[in-house]
């Protein structure tokens, strides 16, 4: 290796640098693609045939060659803490007063406004200038290192752009998918008949826990960041100033962010990206607002959640025009009978909206919507779409009048409506809908999680009449199924034996997979805890079952007059005949891990940074805890996750305790 070749390298490696940053940071290209792409070639082969000239901050180290085979969790060096929401300038006005009030002062402060990126928060750590870690928020403590895919995010500097920079940098920051970029994957992915991505900020999440980094190159994602620390050193006054400082080291800052003097300010700011946010090319939902003096942010500092000194101002729900289409009705396993608005295809916060729920006939009444109505879609929740209101003055002539069914739309039984409820309901136990329903929710994980059954089986199953009830699936042989178009030998013996094992699922399950209006999993193992098997609790009464905590009236009358339907205990006679499990005393004892949480009530909420609910669930009723649905005064701990709610507002102000999922570990690792 001669200095030459060491010399050309190190220009090849600063040129390329310098063009990345102009291009990904600065939208500023000051290179060719293909001249770009012929120096790259050239410093990749150098350290092919020279590897001791590969240094971290190469720009061919963006895309690791392997796979990873799974991420680690990762402590923090400084926590990354969610933000407290408002959704008006009402709201922001309180919080405003909320902070004044702690210090005993009346007049406001400058304010820094951010536009709200709607992506994905990361932490990078530097040493030296160099980036050694990237990791994903978690549950702001402890997150999973995803240092490789974060090095594919062309934004981020693998090395910081200042001389001398400081031993520790720390940069939170928001990673994201453009919205064209978004639009190109889900072109492609129609094309080649893959699923659809839902979201933008979906798709930059995933493929962050992509284990190919390489399989994340190709989402191009982009990024922003917003926050420095510098535990070494700090001479900055002002949170402005960090972000410009930010922007000196190599980061790519919004560049939409304003200093606001005052309340007044950020109310302006606020209205205007309220509809200029629609001409961007990323997805935003609010504005974070901070404190620009760092002084008085530290003087505020933080409550258990949030810091004191900023806040969310999130946007309402999106809303945008479109056309119904047509309206059908869909049946559902408990023979409910729901309209379903079919709409010209319309975007709607980053997916495109083809249906909306109309829930039952009143609500078609109460909104006088007809087909071919011009409406104004939202997304509940920014999950479920939902027609708000109709633009009556838009209506075409010939619009028509949606009739809900007197028949159901599938086995053709009159249909009823039942007293206190708004829903039309078939009633009949035949109705194939009904029935493919049940099926799919007997089978469903929390119920009997029977291995190689799904919903396309359970149509065929069904449509062949090899089905007719759930006892039937007990009955099926791998002959009968093998008459099935595409089930081979392999597939049917495998089929037949997830049914065979479903026998041993225990009492709780089984009640669940029942289908029992009012019934979720967490009322099942309260009612299977006090009626220890079916012939208890078919002969319990309505006041015997209301009486349990946590089973309400609406639920007891559901569950006996279930029992009382003559079908449902023909039902249970072939189940208990074909071996499944219906009491208690004749499972196999299973013993807790421990009695910690003996006589705790606990409820889950938010999405955890490891666990599904199910896994938290399971751990606490392994060691002796009881899962509620709904917060209440005897609730003994929420579990919260992020995005966790109105649970936990209730739960603070009820004074319930609010551990996170590593606190909730602890306690059962402390014991």
Same mark, same amino acid.
């Given at each position: 290796?001669?200095?030459?070749?060491?010399?050309?390298?190190?220009?090849?490696?600063?040129?390329?640098?310098?063009?990345?940053?102009?291009?990904?940071?600065?939208?500023?290209?000051?290179?060719?693609?293909?001249?770009?792409?012929?120096?790259?070639?050239?410093?990749?082969?150098?350290?092919?045939?020279?590897?001791?000239?590969?240094?971290?901050? /190469?720009?061919?180290?963006?895309?690791?060659?392997?796979?990873?085979?799974?991420?680690?969790?990762?402590?923090?060096?400084?926590?990354?803490?969610?933000?407290?929401?408002?959704?008006?300038?009402?709201?922001?006005?309180?919080?405003?007063?909320?902070?004044?009030?702690?210090?005993?002062?009346?007049?406001?402060?400058?304010?820094?406004?951010?536009?709200? *990126?709607?992506?994905?928060? =990361?932490?990078?750590?530097?040493?030296?200038?160099?980036?050694?870690?990237?990791?994903?928020?978690?549950?702001?403590?402890?997150?999973?290192?995803?240092?490789?895919?974060?090095?594919? =995010?062309?934004? =981020?500097?693998?090395?910081?752009?200042?001389?001398?920079?400081?031993?520790?940098?720390?940069?939170?920051?928001?990673?994201?998918?453009?919205?064209?970029?978004?639009?190109?994957?889900?072109?492609?992915?129609?094309?080649?008949?893959?699923?659809?991505?839902?979201?933008?900020?979906?798709?930059?999440?995933?493929?962050?826990?992509?284990?190919?980094?390489?399989?994340?190159?190709?989402?191009?994602?982009?990024?922003?960041?917003?926050?420095?620390?510098?535990?070494?050193?700090?001479?900055?006054?002002?949170?402005?100033?960090?972000?410009?400082?930010?922007?000196?080291?190599?980061?790519?800052?919004?560049?939409?962010?304003?200093?606001?003097?005052?309340?007044?300010?950020?109310?302006?700011?606020?209205?205007?990206?309220?509809?200029?946010?629609?001409?961007?090319?990323?997805?935003?939902?609010?504005?974070?607002?901070? *404190?620009?003096?760092?002084?008085?942010?530290?003087?505020?500092?933080?409550?258990?959640?949030?810091?004191?000194?900023?806040?969310?101002?999130?946007?309402?729900?999106?809303?945008?025009?479109?056309?119904?289409?047509?309206?059908?009705?869909?049946?559902?396993?408990?023979?409910?009978?729901?309209?379903?608005?079919?709409?010209?295809?319309?975007?709607?916060?980053?997916?495109?909206?083809?249906?909306?729920?109309?829930?039952?006939?009143?609500?078609?009444?109460?909104?006088?919507?007809?087909?071919?109505?011009?409406?104004?879609?939202?997304?509940?929740?920014?999950?479920?779409?939902?027609?708000?209101?109709?633009?009556?003055?838009?209506?075409?002539?010939?619009?028509?009048?949606?009739?809900?069914?007197?028949?159901?739309?599938?086995?053709?039984?009159?249909?009823?409506?039942?007293?206190?409820?708004? $829903?039309?309901?078939?009633?009949?136990?035949?109705?194939?809908?009904?029935?493919?329903?049940?099926?799919?929710?007997?089978?469903?994980?929390?119920?009997?999680?029977?291995?190689?059954?799904?919903?396309?089986?359970?149509?065929?199953?069904?449509?062949?009449?090899?089905?007719?009830?759930?006892?039937?699936?007990?009955?099926?042989?791998?002959?009968?199924?093998?008459?099935?178009?595409?089930?081979?030998?392999?597939?049917?013996?495998?089929?037949?034996?997830?049914?065979?094992?479903?026998?041993?699922?225990?009492?709780?399950?089984?009640?669940?997979?029942?289908?029992?209006?009012? *019934?979720?999993?967490?009322?099942?193992?309260?009612?299977?805890?006090?009626?220890?098997?079916?012939?208890?609790?078919?002969?319990?009464? $309505?006041?015997?079952?209301?009486? *349990?905590?946590?089973?309400?009236?609406?639920?007891?009358? /559901? $569950?006996?007059?279930?029992?009382?339907?003559?079908?449902?205990?023909?039902?249970?006679?072939?189940?208990?005949?074909?071996?499944?499990?219906?009491?208690?005393?004749?499972?196999?004892?299973?013993?807790?891990?421990?009695?910690?949480?003996?006589?705790?009530?606990?409820?889950?909420?938010?999405?955890?940074?490891?666990?599904?609910?199910?896994?938290?669930?399971?751990?606490?009723?392994?060691?002796?805890?009881?899962?509620?649905?709904?917060?209440?005064?005897?609730?003994?701990?929420?579990?919260?996750?992020?995005?966790?709610? /109105?649970?936990?507002?209730?739960?603070?102000?009820?004074?319930?305790?609010?551990?996170?999922?590593?606190?909730?570990?602890?306690?059962?690792?402390?014991?």
């Amino acid at each position: 290796m001669t200095p030459e070749i060491i010399t050309r390298t190190e220009q090849l490696r600063t040129k390329l640098q310098s063009a990345g940053y102009a291009y990904y940071v600065l939208d500023n290209p000051v290179m060719e693609d293909a001249v770009y792409d012929r120096l790259y070639r050239e410093l990749q082969d150098l350290e092919q045939q020279y590897p001791a000239l590969i240094t971290p901050d /190469s720009p061919t180290q963006r895309v690791g060659e392997r796979p990873a085979s799974g991420f680690v969790s990762v402590k923090h060096n400084i926590s990354l803490y969610s933000l407290e929401n408002a959704f008006d300038m009402a709201e922001f006005a309180k919080w405003e007063a909320g902070w004044q009030r702690k210090l005993d002062r009346k007049d406001s402060a400058e304010y820094v406004c951010e536009l709200k *990126i709607d992506g994905s928060a =990361i932490a990078l750590t530097y040493e030296n200038g160099l980036l050694i870690r990237g990791a994903t928020r978690g549950d702001g403590d402890a997150g999973e290192d995803i240092t490789q895919n974060v090095k594919t =995010i062309r934004s =981020i500097p693998l090395k910081l752009n200042i001389e001398n920079p400081p031993p520790i940098v720390e940069v939170r920051g928001e990673a994201f998918l453009p919205i064209a970029v978004f639009t190109q994957l889900n072109q492609e992915r129609e094309k080649t008949g893959e699923q659809l991505l839902a979201n933008p900020r979906n798709a930059a999440a995933g493929a962050l826990r992509q284990l190919d980094p390489k399989m994340v190159a190709q989402r191009k994602l982009d990024f922003f960041a917003y926050t420095l620390h510098i535990p070494s050193q700090t001479n900055f006054t002002q949170h402005s100033e960090s972000l410009e400082f930010l922007e000196t080291m190599g980061f790519k800052v919004n560049p939409h962010r304003t200093l606001c003097p005052n309340l007044a300010a950020v109310g302006d700011y606020y209205d205007r990206w309220n509809t200029d946010r629609l001409n961007l090319a990323y997805m935003t939902d609010g504005v974070v607002v901070k *404190i620009n003096d760092l002084a008085l942010q530290q003087e505020l500092g933080f409550t258990n959640k949030f810091p004191r000194w900023a806040v969310a101002l999130k946007y309402p729900a999106e809303e945008a025009p479109t056309q119904v289409l047509d309206i059908v009705v869909n049946v559902g396993r408990t023979g409910a009978i729901t309209p379903l608005a079919h709409l010209e295809p319309v975007q709607l916060g980053g997916t495109t909206v083809q249906r909306a729920t109309l829930h039952n006939g009143d609500r078609i009444a109460q909104l006088d919507l007809r087909i071919g109505d011009t409406v104004i879609v939202r997304k509940a929740g920014e999950i479920i779409p939902e027609i708000v209101r109709v633009l009556t003055d838009l209506r075409p002539l010939g619009a028509l009048v949606f009739k809900m069914p007197t028949n159901c739309p599938v086995c053709d039984s009159v249909v009823v409506k039942p007293e206190s409820e708004a $829903v039309l309901r078939c009633v009949n136990p035949s109705c194939a809908a009904m029935l493919k329903g049940s099926l799919v929710h007997w089978v469903s994980r929390d119920a009997l999680d029977i291995n190689g059954v799904g919903e396309k089986l359970v149509e065929q199953l069904v449509d062949s009449k090899l089905v007719n009830s759930i006892a039937d699936l007990y009955d099926l042989t791998i002959e009968k199924l093998m008459t099935l178009e595409r089930m081979g030998e392999k597939s049917a013996t495998k089929t037949v034996e997830g049914i065979a094992n479903s026998k041993s699922q225990p009492w709780t399950r089984v009640l669940y997979g029942l289908g029992i209006r009012q *019934i979720g999993s967490n009322g099942s193992n309260i009612l299977t805890d006090k009626f220890t098997s079916v012939e208890q609790l078919s002969q319990a009464t $309505v006041a015997q079952m209301e009486g *349990i905590y946590g089973v309400g009236f609406e639920t007891a009358q /559901s $569950v006996s007059m279930w029992f009382r339907q003559p079908d449902n205990m023909v039902l249970i006679d072939r189940l208990k005949a074909a071996g499944l499990q219906f009491d208690k005393s004749s499972e196999p004892i299973v013993e807790a891990a421990s009695q910690i949480f003996a006589e705790k009530t606990f409820v889950i909420t938010g999405t955890l940074p490891t666990m599904k609910r199910d896994d938290a669930k399971d751990l606490i009723q392994k060691n002796g805890g009881k899962v509620s649905d709904s917060i209440s005064a005897k609730t003994d701990y929420l579990v919260a996750g992020e995005k966790a709610g /109105s649970k936990l507002a209730k739960a603070e102000k009820l004074g319930v305790k609010v551990i996170s999922e590593e606190e909730l570990v602890e306690l059962v690792t402390e014991h």
